[in-house]
């Protein structure tokens, strides 16, 4: 029976592990949020140096911030939506799914000759760092037993500062010897690796609930869109033009109807498939606007 269950895996975090298998786990989801971080800080470092490069010389400096800023609305919008994915149809596939479009997107930054592809890789490397964390979190927290799982949340907090440490100390020598662009060439391999990796991790059970609130998900990527938009173009547009009226009008409206979509769905659902980032848990993945 033992080496059965060694053999086989467990579902659900109940049984013994390889030892190796779940080491590799732990490289992998502390890669992970270590890429995302790593991310994040490199798109600031890069702000001061933008001017010199002629695809975005002419690009006001309001629209420069959307290559950071659009990158993390997109995570904001889409994470809740890409853990209960994880739980619905595989939390193995959706990190596959996330860190191919990731290497899409960081690729697009890299050798985009147009701002607004290069601004639309921005979009998907946000898209894939959403799919990429709570499945990897769940993935990691489903593995462990209840006495393991401290550390392993330790752990993905840990590789959290070190990809930004890592970033800092590496990110002045790329931006130096070769360009803001090429700082994000090593974001898109070290995607594909994460990539590459999926296929030797073990698998975890699959928790057949509803489908996300299709409704409360947009609302919610349209509330945060509108926000993004306020805050980039109203200086532009006039804080009391009607363009900015309209947009913070939609903005309001969008996330007034995902508070109420998500106050019809009881909070539920394999709470080690996600991430809940509220009073500092790491956690569930179900926050309610998209749960079913």
């Not at 033992?2 to 592990?17: C, F, K, N, V, Y």
């Not at 697009?108 to 639309?120: C, E, I, M, N, Y």
């Not at 769905?265 to 394999?270: V, Y």
């Not at 996600?274 to 179900?286: K, M, Y």
Request: glycine share 12%.
């Amino acid at each position: 029976m033992i080496s059965q269950q060694r053999l086989t895996g467990e579902h659900g975090g109940r049984h013994a592990r390889p030892r190796s298998g779940l080491l590799m786990l732990r490289l992998v989801a502390g890669a992970v949020t270590a890429l995302v971080m790593a991310d994040t800080v490199g798109t600031t470092l890069t702000m001061p140096t933008l001017s010199r490069d002629p695809v975005v010389r002419a690009v006001p400096l309001s629209e420069l911030n959307l290559l950071t800023t659009a990158n993390l609305a997109t995570i904001a919008a889409l994470l809740v939506s890409g853990g209960r994915l994880a739980d619905l149809i595989g939390r193995r596939i959706v990190l596959a799914v996330g860190a191919a479009a990731f290497a899409v997107g960081a690729l697009l930054v890299t050798f985009s000759p147009f701002w607004p592809v290069l601004l639309a890789g921005r979009l998907v490397q946000g898209a894939g760092s959403a799919l990429m964390l709570p499945a990897a979190l769940g993935l990691l927290l489903g593995q462990c037993d209840e006495r393991r799982r401290p550390g392993a949340v330790a752990l993905w907090g840990a590789a959290t500062g070190v990809g930004g440490l890592v970033m800092h100390a590496a990110g002045g020598f790329f931006l130096d010897a070769y360009g803001w662009r090429l700082l994000y060439l090593p974001l898109g391999l070290t995607a594909i690796a994460l990539l590459l990796l999926v296929k030797v991790l073990p698998t975890a059970q699959l928790h057949r609930h509803r489908a996300p609130d299709l409704v409360g998900t947009l609302s919610l990527i349209t509330a945060t869109a509108a926000l993004v938009l306020v805050v980039t173009y109203g200086a532009r547009w006039g804080w009391t033009s009607l363009i900015a009226l309209i947009t913070t009008m939609t903005m309001i409206s969008a996330g007034g109807l995902a508070l109420a979509r998500s106050r019809r769905h009881p909070a539920g659902g394999d709470r080690r498939g996600a991430v809940a980032l509220t009073r500092g848990e790491v956690g569930g993945l179900s926050f309610r606007c998209c749960t079913g």
